[in-house]
């Protein structure tokens, strides 16, 4: 089964994830609309508690992009973020927000306290705040994607374990992931959605990945809500590098030397192959 906090998939009957260490809970199927033989209604079956990203998380990311000003409510917003995401037994998400939060933060308050302390000219500031805030928006970026491939793989866990449809992506995902704010890019922010799917996962079966850990799912793009396509979409706007999303639940950041490895066309593995 698919861990909620990291989207890692674990053996059955593993009670804790092997990865993040979170307690694993089982997941009821979405009620489908086809009845049982007997010509009888399925009953509805209540879904679990999917987690949130943490509020503080976010203010901690954004407090800390504002500048110096706000960057001690954005350190101590990031520490108490942190504090409650680890005691919230994976009902909160949001510990990647919340570190970057404190990272720029820091550097904020630092730069502020160095500018009043020694009068360092703004020439010599302002590319160390321009290059703390897109540092602040790839990672913000980042969480995005990999809360949306948690919502493809729970979306193929629910669903046979077949991929979602290309052409209705965005659509399919939605009750995986709660919130449309994932689907915006923050260095994108005029898109409804700026991110793509890969097209060759359409509607195939999770079985036919040789190599789910080079098999991009979920990647930076401009396009807009429901894009897929392939790699000719990738987008490197953050400072080069692009966020990907892969078919076995980690996401990273790739400059284009990376990505000649990726394996976008799904294979079928070998019988008899480890």
């Known amino acids: 089964m698919f861990c909620l906090n990291c989207g890692r998939h674990n053996d059955d009957g593993v009670k804790f994830c092997e990865r993040c260490g979170h307690e694993l809970v089982p997941r009821e199927k979405p009620q489908r609309e086809a009845q ?18 943490s509020g503080m998380a976010i203010a901690s990311l954004v407090l800390g992009i504002l500048g110096p000003a706000t960057a001690l409510a ?9 504090n409650q995401i680890g005691s919230s037994r994976g009902r909160l998400q949001g510990s990647g927000l919340a570190t970057a939060g404190l990272a720029v ?19 010599f500031i302002a590319p160390a705040f321009h290059g703390a805030r897109e540092k602040a928006t790839q990672t913000s970026c980042l969480s995005n994607v990999k809360q949306l491939n948690l919502g493809l793989l729970m979306y193929a866990q629910d669903y046979d374990e077949h991929w979602a449809p290309a052409d209705r992506w965005c659509d399919v ?31 195939t079966p999770v079985k036919n990945l040789s190599s ?15 894009q897929y396509g392939g790699p000719s979409l990738l987008d490197f706007r953050h ?12 996401g990273n950041s790739l400059r284009m030397v990376d990505t000649g490895s990726l394996q976008w066309q799904p294979t079928v593995p070998v019988p008899g192959s480890p």
């Open 36 to 53: 049982e033989d007997s010509g009888e209604a399925r009953e509805p079956v209540p879904e679990p508690e999917r987690p949130r990203t």
């Open 74 to 82: 954005g350190l101590v917003l990031g520490f108490i973020a942190l």
């Open 212 to 226: 789910p850990a080079d098999t991009p799912t979920i990647f930076d793009a401009t396009g807009g809500w429901n």
């Open 173 to 203: 995902t939605e009750p995986y992931v709660r919130s449309q704010n994932v689907y915006v890019c923050p260095g994108l922010p005029e898109y409804r959605c700026g991110y793509a799917y890969n097209e060759r996962l359409s509607m």
């Open 239 to 250: 400072q080069g590098m692009a966020n990907v999303g892969f078919a076995d639940g980690h």
């Open 105 to 123: 933060s820091g550097v904020m308050a630092l730069a502020g306290i160095l500018i009043a302390a020694a009068g360092i000219p703004n020439m």
